[in-house]
């Protein structure tokens, strides 16, 4: 799934939508002491009330918000795994009859509770609906409603949400005339912070694939790997922030002693950009030892081989075939992405400025300089330009 895939599934959870039927929803209540099912209830989400309705299609969307690789992560189920969950998934999808579903359902359940023990009670919240796509119209001049012909999506999707105790407040009763205060003993249900999430069958091109799922995490780059790999039984995943750690290890690994000043760095990242730009209208497109070769080699790096990057790879990560996401490793390239941070001040720059900045060493000390092309206005001021560095006398 591309961050357009997601954004057509998310912007479809709305009230009274022609386009999305949710049939059921299922809430299963954990509680923390124990972990164990203190109570379970399904009806059809119809049946709700409104405002109720409203509440759960929020967080949804909630679920399905974030970033491809930070919080939204389109997962592989593992091959041969015992008790396979997209085996339960897709016989949940499947099921005629409510009782088959929520018994599908409780297995997945059962999972997050075996060797998990939770801070907070938990909500765990199943949904299973269809949401219609209408097709492109063949020409302008069809007859045809934009809505006669549509992909049709079944899914399942769950949303992991904490409690939380109620506020304790302070009334004022207009009839009786006196202050009360007001005391709730009943847990709130949090629906703004879903805490984890998934989606199933992840959706490409309008076309469901029942061999992946795309899982949602509470937080950036901050995935539960307990919830990916056992109740998912999904395969392992990395980050968009550990690949680029990783990228980062694998280029000063072939640079050996070489030093990797801001103009090298700059051209690395104008090299990444290049590859993402060429490959802008196909799938996020990635960089082998191969292309990392050839990359660091138009950068600027040194006696750069292939030996050499097949090494780095082994060394860094253990893995000679390791892909990197080209969008991961680079910074955002047309903002300020790029964060320096210093003890006095913190600098933001683009990807491509940073050419322009340098560390320099003068009379004992350490000074950031910067390269500009007018005078630098500090509120309201202009500064005043300081001729610190002199041309060293030529030898006689």
């Not at 600098?347 to 900045?357: G, H, K």
Request: hydrophobic letters at 35%.
């Amino acid at each position: 799934m591309d961050k357009q895939d997601i954004a057509d599934i998310r912007k479809q959870f709305k009230v009274d939508n022609d386009l999305l039927t949710i049939h059921d929803i299922f809430n299963v209540y954990i509680m923390k002491e124990s972990s164990d099912i203190f109570h379970h209830q399904s009806m059809p989400f119809e049946m709700l009330e409104q405002e109720q309705q409203e509440l759960f299609m929020e967080n949804f969307k909630k679920v399905l918000t974030g970033q491809l690789d930070e919080k939204l992560f389109e997962l592989k189920f593992q091959r041969d795994a015992e008790d396979n969950s997209q085996l339960t998934l897709h016989q949940g999808l499947l099921a005629e009859e409510t009782e088959d579903w929520k018994e599908q359902m409780l297995k997945l359940v059962e999972k997050m509770l075996k060797d998990k023990q939770y801070e907070m009670d938990i909500v765990v919240t199943f949904i299973r609906g269809e949401y219609m796509k209408p097709r492109k119209r063949q020409s302008e001049e069809s007859d045809e409603s934009e809505q006669d012909t549509v992909y049709a999506n079944p899914f399942i999707l769950c949303s992991m949400n904490k409690t939380q105790d109620p506020k304790k407040e302070l009334l004022f009763d207009y009839v009786e005339k006196e202050f009360k205060y007001n005391i709730v003993v009943d847990p709130i249900i949090n629906l703004k912070s879903p805490m984890s999430g998934f989606l199933f069958p992840a959706i490409t091109d309008n076309a469901a694939d029942v061999n992946r799922v795309l899982y949602a995490s509470g937080k950036k780059n901050e995935p539960d790997y307990h919830f990916i790999e056992e109740v998912l039984t999904a395969e392992e995943i990395m980050t968009a922030a550990q690949d680029k750690i990783v990228f980062e290890e694998v280029v000063k690994n072939v640079a050996g002693d070489q030093p990797i000043n801001t103009s090298t760095l700059s051209n690395v990242y104008d090299e990444i950009n290049r590859v993402v730009e060429e490959n802008e209208e196909e799938d996020v497109p990635r960089l082998d030892y191969k292309d990392v070769e050839n990359v660091l080699k138009h950068s600027g790096i040194n006696d750069v081989t292939t030996e050499k990057v097949e090494s780095a790879f082994k060394t860094v990560i253990d893995d000679e075939k390791h892909e990197f996401k080209a969008t991961s490793i680079v910074p955002k390239y047309n903002s300020k992405s790029i964060k320096i941070e210093t003890k006095i001040a913190d600098i933001s720059v683009r990807p491509q400025d940073l050419r322009y900045v340098r560390q320099v060493h003068y009379d004992g000390k350490s000074y950031l300089m910067m390269e500009v092309e007018e005078n630098t206005v500090i509120e309201g001021f202009e500064m005043i330009p300081e001729a610190l560095f002199q041309k060293a006398p030529e030898d006689e």
